[in-house]
């Protein structure tokens, strides 16, 4: 084209329509078929649908000579320059602001002395984001170093607001734009660009103002004048006001232009729900509609159950004609639904073909998953769990040939080695120092590192017998050796304090991916890493460490710019709900559409200092792609959102001012599981096979009798029938007072909810026994020594669990020690008694106590308590031994005070543990106070309090079965504790 021709502008309300006419101006009578024809989308999404369009039109049947590009590479194409990405300007900016920050003081007083190196980088990110929206939109002034850093930007790149000219020789069009900016509006105009604009009213709706910009308009006005103002906007449609500023601001620019216009607007007509609130729009208008099934919302207990219940809405969609690839889903972020759909639409019963698209590079590419685990190995200290992950990754993995038996040789030898993390000792003391600022190493340094384990390993090959090492397995031996030596050598400039230049990093990263990773040259991230690499060459003259160049591996694999695609066309697409990926279908469904996650909460910059064009924000922006979704939709349209626990969350804004807009419209809450039988019966429906023999088999099976029937159905309390002469050890007696339900299941029923040993954290945590013996241990003696001779036999933690072992053993010594001084007591008065004794019950059962007290001194026992009710039941055993034994009261560490006596007899007591055997207790410490002095409703909100707490058997046992009934246990329970402890409560 050696002429410009004359801008011609076209909005509409279906893309189908603008789409006829830019093929009429694509390819007009007398063009030539490989004429150059540039075509600019708001999203590349676009491309596929323009020409799968294009080609299927019977007039022309062909789609050549077209390029489609996205705004920024239209630009870059048509002014010969390249627009900076906002990753490459943020190292520019950084490297621009270094040598300013000590000459500035606001910047000075920001960064501090010891903060430049953590900071500069979100900075600069956030810096480079404000001046690629000034360089489009405009800036108010800006303060002088910011005035600086922003001409020297100008200097390098041409803006889009500074653009002058252009020059293509060929037709320019910009198709699916719902907002352009003012800057590249003017710029496209001039070079006599078509528009091709979405629109959703054919009426002028410049003055369609949502609640919010009326209140604020009439803060303005006198009364009279505020009283026409509200008159003046009666019968407008609320939909078009609430959610079309940003089409609205378009609309009026356009209005303001010399541009020739033609609109193209279709009606819709209004058979349908959905398509009546479109025509609705259209025309402007708001009437009450009702809803006739073709806008369905539902809510579901999980974004797997989300996933779930929309492919059985479009399983029965599909029966009655409608095919996959007429289905488009979006979401805020369709990362977060990803794993979910692959699952679901990919299962093997009734899959159904997808593509998904703007996934991140780093979360879906095999190679740059591949590239994160390897550059994390640092920061993941070499853990063994770290290194065989990247081990296992399919691109390392194929880089060196490594077999599944080579994998599982190498997991066996570490486990045997027991490697767990550092290359060495040096490096572990590197990281020692580097994360906790010490300077020692723990005791034996070299243990569980992996250069002690393969020296362990290679001594086996001089004693066979020792760890039974093969000679057949010396290749792999020297295989991992190798890959673990060349691993700790090539990534030591990450954590050694090495500084480079810019460029040096980012082509250091890229040699880090052909040493280790298999892939093609044309990858997204080794080429992202190359281009960056060359575009900061001229900044060579600066050496920066590590730290200050992390991002850029970081963005460029966080880059939306991977996708998961379908075997053939006939697929449901999957995308993020961005502007140009919206597109016409007959189905459409939002998922995520939860009032706090959309529209998507915006973080302001503080750096940004405004624009002098309208700037979109993010919440004007996504509720005006949720009108673009709602009008493209042609036949029917789902909305969907996870509710939250408590239900204080609902449906987002726009969508209940969209269910409000029909009468008799309510969210269909769906159960938290698919085979629930409401999906078989009656309600709901479900396609699932497995789901519904599931259901069957529930329906089928008799209720499961809860574990602790008696929680759930009052029965008399009965003593038990005598048992031959009974033997109790004390130290159950008072894991029983404790926790009485612990002690059933651990002792009557052998159930150990919490679970055995923690031998892989031993490492790292301090037993309560130990902690106990060692407290002890440390008021007897001097604690140095204690501590001391604990971590000589491995006893304490290690690494940097080992301080905090010891300062919480000190604090607990040094409450113990000021309560010895409260009681007047000396540290070598405490001791260890035998207990054996014996007793006859009123119904005849004989029974012997034996074992050992602890914390016996000449002014009674010490224990670990305040004294209150809780502390009473717990220790409820120990006062009845020292009043049997003539011991002394109860000495309570905590709180120095002393019990004395007891609410009731021994025999009684004993009575109490023998029917708790049959008959489990409710009576937890913290139920005390409910069971004893309350009602039933203060025991129920004790069951709620505890219910959320951290309880492993209380969450084992309600996790099985419901909650108990407090007023099952209150009729069951409370008169018999009362008459038990007596005058208890009343003491306290």
């Known amino acids: 084209m050696t002429k410009p021709e004359i801008p011609i502008l076209y909005r509409g309300n279906r893309l189908e329509d603008l789409i006829e006419a830019l093929k009429a101006h694509l390819y007009p009578e007398g063009s030539r078929p490989f004429e150059r024809r540039l075509i600019i989308v708001p999203h590349l999404g676009l491309k596929s649908f323009i020409v799968h369009r294009l080609a299927k039109d019977p007039d022309l049947q062909v789609a050549a000579g077209l390029e489609v590009t996205n705004l920024p590479q239209g630009y870059a194409k048509i002014t010969k320059g390249v627009l900076p990405s906002s990753l490459e300007l943020s190292f520019y900016i950084q490297h621009l602001l270094l040598p300013m920050i000590d000459q500035v003081p606001e910047l000075s007083s920001y960064f501090g002395s010891g903060a430049k190196e953590k900071r500069i980088g979100p900075f600069c990110d956030q810096l480079a984001q404000s001046f690629l929206n000034y360089g489009i939109y405009g800036h108010r002034p800006l303060p002088s170093w910011q005035d600086t850093l922003y001409g020297e930007v100008e200097k390098k790149w041409t803006l889009p ?62 009364r009279e004048i505020a009283e026409e103002f509200t008159m003046s906007f009666s019968g407008q449609n609320p939909l078009l006001a609430n959610w079309g500023r940003v089409g ?12 020739d216009c033609n609109e193209l607007y279709e009606s819709v007509g209004d058979e349908t729900a959905l398509a009546g609130v479109q025509q609705d729009i259209l025309e402007g208008v708001e009437q009450m509609r009702k809803n006739d099934g073709s806008i369905t919302c539902f809510s579901s207990s999980s974004p797997f159950r989300e996933v779930e219940i929309l492919k059985d809405h479009l399983l029965g969609l599909f029966e009655e004609g409608i095919a996959p690839s007429d289905v488009a889903v979006f979401a805020p972020d369709i990362a977060l639904y990803a794993p979910y759909i692959k699952a679901v639409f990919g299962s093997s019963e009734n899959p159904i073909p997808f593509s998904i698209s703007d996934l991140e590079l780093g979360k879906e590419d095999e190679v740059a998953k591949a590239f994160g685990i390897l550059m994390a190995l640092p920061k993941m200290r070499f853990d063994r769990a770290a290194v065989l992950h990247l081990f296992s990754s399919s691109p390392f993995r194929s880089k060196f040939k490594l077999t599944k038996q080579s994998l599982s040789l190498y997991r066996k030898w570490i486990e045997k080695m027991q490697i767990r993390w550092g290359y060495t000792k040096e490096q572990r003391y590197l990281f020692y120092t580097q994360d906790a600022e010490e300077n020692q190493l723990f005791a034996n340094p070299n243990e569980g590192t992996w250069e002690g384990g393969m020296q362990r390993l290679v001594s086996a090959l001089a004693y066979p017998t020792k760890d039974q090492m093969q000679w057949t397995e010396v290749e792999e031996l020297n295989r991992l050796y190798t890959l673990i030596d060349s691993l700790a050598g090539d990534l030591s400039p990450l954590i050694d304090g090495t500084k480079w230049t810019f460029s040096t990093w980012l082509r250091y990263f890229a040699c880090l991916m052909e040493s280790y990773l298999i892939f093609d040259p044309a990858h997204d ?48 697409s999957f995308s993020a709900l961005s502007e140009g990926a919206i597109q016409p279908r007959k189905v459409i469904a939002l998922l995520g559409m939860r009032e706090d996650a959309f529209p998507v909460n915006e ?14 924000k993010r919440g004007e922006s996504d509720r005006y792609l949720f009108l673009q979704a709602l009008l493209s939709s042609r ?96 130290h159950k007696l008072f894991q029983f007072a404790r926790h009485p339900l612990r002690y059933y299941l651990n002792h009557e029923l052998g159930i150990r909810p919490e679970g055995g040993a923690e031998s892989d954290k031993a490492e790292y945590l301090l037993g309560s026994l130990q902690k106990y013996h060692l407290v002890r241990e440390g008021v007897k003696r001097p604690l140095d020594e204690v501590l001391n001779e604990a971590e000589q036999n491995g006893e304490l933690p290690v690494h940097l669990c080992n301080a905090l072992a010891r300062e919480q053993i000190a604090k607990e010594v040094e409450v ?34 034996v074992g050992r007290l602890n914390n016996v ?26 009043n049997e034994m003539d011991l002394g009261p109860l000495l309570f560490i905590d709180s120095g005070e002393r019990l004395e006596g007891g609410a009731c007899s021994f025999s009684d007591y004993l009575s109490y543990f023998c029917l708790a055997k049959k008959r489990p207790s409710p009576l ?35 996790f099985r079965d419901p909650p108990p009934r407090a007023d099952v246990l209150h009729q069951t329970w409370s008169t018999y504790l009362q008459t038990l402890f007596g005058g208890l409560c009343a003491s306290v």
Request: charged share 25%; net charge negative.
């Open 161 to 222: 607001r500074n653009a002058k000219s252009g020059h293509y020789k060929g037709q320019i069009h910009l198709f699916g734009f719902s907002f352009l900016p003012e800057s590249y509006f003017q710029f496209f105009e001039k070079l006599g660009a078509h528009f091709y604009f979405f629109s959703p009213c054919q009426i002028f709706w410049g003055d369609y103002y949502s609640p919010n910009e009326k209140s604020l308009l009439k803060k303005e006005m006198s």
């Open 248 to 259: 609205r601001k378009q609309f009026t620019a356009i209005e303001a232009s010399s541009l």
């Open 525 to 572: 991230l080794y080429k992202g890493l190359q281009e960056l690499a060359a575009a900061l060459d001229p900044l060579d003259d600066r050496e920066i460490p590590y730290s200050a160049v992390e991002r850029s591996w970081q963005r460029l694999l966080a880059k939306k710019s991977a996708s998961h695609s379908a075997p053939h066309l006939q697929a449901v």
């Open 603 to 616: 973080n302001h910059s503080s750096l940004f200092l405004g624009a002098l064009d309208y700037l979109p």
């Open 635 to 730: 036949e029917k349209l789902f909305l969907s959102y996870v509710r939250d626990a408590s239900d204080k969350l609902g449906p987002a804004i726009p969508v209940e001012q969209l269910l409000a807009y029909f009468s008799g419209v309510e969210v269909t809450h769906h159960p938290a599981y698919p085979h629930d039988p409401d999906y078989f019966s009656s309600g709901h429906t479900s396609y699932s096979n497995h789901h519904f023999e599931v259901a069957t088999q529930i329906e089928k099976k008799e209720r499961r009798d809860p574990l602790i029937s008696d929680f759930y159905t009052h029965r008399p309390l009965e003593q038990p029938l005598l048992e031959d002469p009974l033997t109790i050890e004390i």
């Open 816 to 849: 113990w020690r000021e309560a010895l001084l409260n009681f007047a007591l000396a540290p070598e008065e405490i001791e260890r008694i035998p207990v054996d004794l014996a007793f006859t019950l009123d119904n005849g059962q004989e029974i012997r106590l």
């Open 857 to 882: 001194t000449p002014k009674g026992v010490l224990v670990k308590g305040t004294g209150k009710l809780e502390d009473q039941i717990r220790f409820w055993p120990h006062l009845l031994i020292a």
């Open 924 to 958: 937890l410490p913290a139920f005390a106070k409910a069971l004893l002095e309350g009602e039933s409703s203060d025991l129920e909100k004790a069951i709620k309090k505890i219910g959320g707490a951290p309880d492993e058997i209380f969450s084992y046992l309600f």
